[in-house]
């Protein structure tokens, strides 16, 4: 677990947060991952110009018309 510091808001430390937009369709937006410790997990569903994708491959920071994942429909 982890428990955040008050003075730690995201105006006075943007590079411990990074902005997430949620589609339409309620999945969340594909954004740039900075490494590791937030690239995408084998699972993870988001919305990719317009359309769904999921992650096939663990640790994955590249977009998905790159490599790693599969288009996705909700069943």
Request: aromatic letters at 16%; one cysteine or more; proline letters at 11%.
């Amino acid at each position: 677990g982890h428990t955040s510091q008050a003075d730690w808001t995201p105006d006075i430390t943007p590079s411990l947060y990074k902005a997430v937009g949620v589609a339409p369709s309620g999945y969340p937006e594909w954004v740039q991952p900075v490494g590791a410790a937030d690239a995408y997990r084998i699972g993870d569903i988001v919305s990719y110009n317009g359309a769904l994708y999921i992650c096939v491959s663990d640790y994955n920071v590249y977009p998905p018309d790159v490599y790693g994942w599969e288009p996705y429909e909700e069943a």
